[in-house]
Every structure is written in C-alpha cells, then in structure tokens.
C-alpha cells in the first residue's frame, strides 16, 4: 500500500522560515508534489520532485531524498498570507495519495 | 485555460433528496477525479475516469453514490437519497497522467439538512 507522514501542525513567526516534512511509503514512485489550501479554497499545486534535490520557486522550495523516501517543503520570508494547510502527495502508477495535511499557522 | 469549473459552488438540500455535481475538466485532461473532504476524514478519492471510462471506484462511500462521464468536457457526481452524513466539499480535479499533477476545481460546498 501506500502512505505519507506529515506533522499535523506547526506555528512559525512572520519573516521567519519554517519546513514541513514529509515521509512516505509507494511502489512505482514517479514523484513527489505539495499542495496549499486555504480555508475554503481548493488544494493548489505548488512544486513538484521528480528526481532527488532542491527545486526552488520564489519564497518556497520543496526538497526530495528517494533514498530516503522524504521529502519536505520550505517556505521562506514567512507572510500571513501563507497561513493554510499544506498537502505532500506522491504519485506512482495510481492516482496521486495525498497526506492529511500539515496545517500551518503564522503569527505576528 | 478557464481551470477546472465545478457546479454549483453551494448546494443546501434536504435529507432524502437527490444532488447532483457537475464537473467540468481541463481541455485535454485524460484523467478526471471525484474527492470529498471533510475535517473528520480528511480529502478522500470517490472515483476516476481515464478517457471518460471509470477506472476506480472504490472510494465511493454506498451504492447511493454514482458518477459518470459522458463525454471528455463533462463528469456529474450523484448522491440519490441524500444524508446528513454526505455534507461535506466535493472537489472534482483532472490531469495528464494518472500520477501526475492533479488540477483542482473551487470545489461544491454541500449541506443535507
């Protein structure tokens, strides 16, 4: 079968940095994706890893260890605005399996 | 691209009655998937077609729940007889590939009173 393993929760300072790991379990792994959802919004894709590495896009960059099977997603220059629930999920030869969620919290 | 356009955005009815989710997927999307998310259970997937055949349907909770796929612009999720217990959001996404980067719909926020 398959399974992630992401904290549920993690609060962190506005300009600070913060990381949220993710570990997982599949066969056939094709990748590794993260996903943002703010409450009342719809999971919105944000990086993806293929191979292992650092991929980065502006203030986030999502890292990945297939060794490992671990993955983990950083956000830098903390905002209120990247308060919401991020999702890891892996994909394979089946449908994407999306962890429950890390839900993150930033204070002033 | 318009994205993934789910219908209707709110849906309030009451139990015993039926509701039905429109979808419709991303031009070229050959996968289109059904998912249910609530805070007890967390984002579940009901259903996905590939080319508009289902493929898995194993999440889908009961027999009152079914899904089609009549053409490759348009999926329809349907609940017939409605419970309480179905309140939830439903997001509908699609992709390229089956393991691929999943595209999600605003999602319909539906309550069975």
């Known amino acids: 079968g398959q399974s992630l393993e992401q904290p549920s929760e993690v609060t962190a300072v506005e300009g600070a940095i913060v990381q949220i790991n993710c570990t997982y379990q599949t066969s056939g792994f094709y990748g590794l994706s993260w996903y943002q959802q703010h409450d009342g919004g719809a999971p919105t894709f944000l990086s993806y890893n293929g191979l292992d590495g650092l991929e980065e896009t502006g203030r986030f960059s999502s890292f990945l260890s297939r060794s490992d099977s671990y993955g983990y997603l950083l956000l830098q220059e903390l905002q209120m605005k990247d308060s919401a629930s991020y999702f890891c999920a892996v994909g394979s030869n089946t449908p994407l399996v999306f962890g429950k969620g890390t839900r993150l919290s930033v204070i002033a | 691209d318009a994205g993934v356009i789910q219908s209707p955005r709110h849906e309030v009815t009451e139990m015993g009655q039926e509701v039905t989710l429109r979808c419709k997927p991303i031009s070229g999307h050959d996968y289109l998937f059904w998912y249910r998310q609530t805070m007890m259970r967390g984002l579940e997937l009901l259903i996905y077609f590939n080319n508009n055949v289902p493929i898995d349907d194993s999440g889908m909770p009961e027999d009152r729940f079914s899904a089609k796929m009549p053409n490759a612009s348009f999926s329809t999720l349907k609940i017939q007889p409605s419970e309480p217990r179905d309140s939830a959001v439903y997001f509908c996404?699609?992709?390229?590939?089956?393991?691929?980067?999943?595209?999600f719909g605003p999602g319909t926020r539906l309550l069975v009173l």
């Open positions: 996404a699609s992709s390229l590939g089956q393991g691929q980067t999943q595209y």
